[in-house]
């Protein structure tokens, strides 16, 4: 297996490791509880309804691919965390790409997103393909906004109306970390 780490955070000990077909019911779980603990990911409660064997499917192929990633963490047998970074495998993009992360609200403060940021940002340095990561962050997500700009990235534009939540537009902020 690849990408595999332990970091001390707050009072534990986090596994941070990629993620692995067997991992997809947990990942299934962890996702549904996330996706109704806050308005700061893409999707709402109930919203996530990908079958077990396809979610097995998605973490074969992120294993497969060199400038891709899926990686979970772990504090005991307790999914706490998730973290991805997908790039396109075309010659001309496959140098760049989006990450998405997220830790469950029990866990927030703890030290975690942090953790799970290096973690992907380690790995990324590390392919020696990897030149630039993106994501997006909801503007009102001042936690986000502070972690992602503590390990390097930099707002690089806004989009206004991207997210619709209870009826109400949401913006976001398209940040990025040029590796090199």
């Known amino acids: 297996m690849g990408f595999r780490r332990e970091v001390q955070v707050k009072n534990h000990m986090l596994l941070i490791r990629e993620a692995e077909p067997e991992d997809a019911q947990n990942m299934i779980d962890y996702i549904n509880i996330v996706a109704g603990e806050s ?9 996530f309804d990908v079958p077990v064997e396809k979610e097995e499917k998605i973490l074969e192929h992120y294993a497969a691919l060199e400038n891709s990633i899926f ?3 772990y504090i005991g047998d307790e999914l706490v965390s998730v973290a ?3 790039s396109s495998t075309r010659p001309r993009m496959r140098h760049t790409g989006e ?7 029990k866990y927030w403060r703890h030290g975690i997103g942090e953790a799970m940021m290096r973690s992907l940002i380690g790995w990324a340095k590390d392919t020696g393909i990897i030149r630039k990561m993106n994501l997006a962050v909801a503007t009102y997500n001042s936690a986000g906004i502070a972690l992602y700009k503590k390990t390097g990235f930099r707002i690089e534009g806004t989009v206004t109306r991207e ?5 109400e537009f949401v913006d976001t902020h398209h940040m990025g970390l040029e590796i090199d």
């Open 39 to 47: 308005n700061n990911i893409g999707f709402g409660p109930g919203e």
């Open 71 to 73: 990686l979970v963490g």
């Open 84 to 86: 991805n970074f997908s």
């Open 99 to 105: 990450l998405g992360m997220s830790v469950l609200k």
């Open 163 to 167: 997210m619709m939540i209870d009826g």
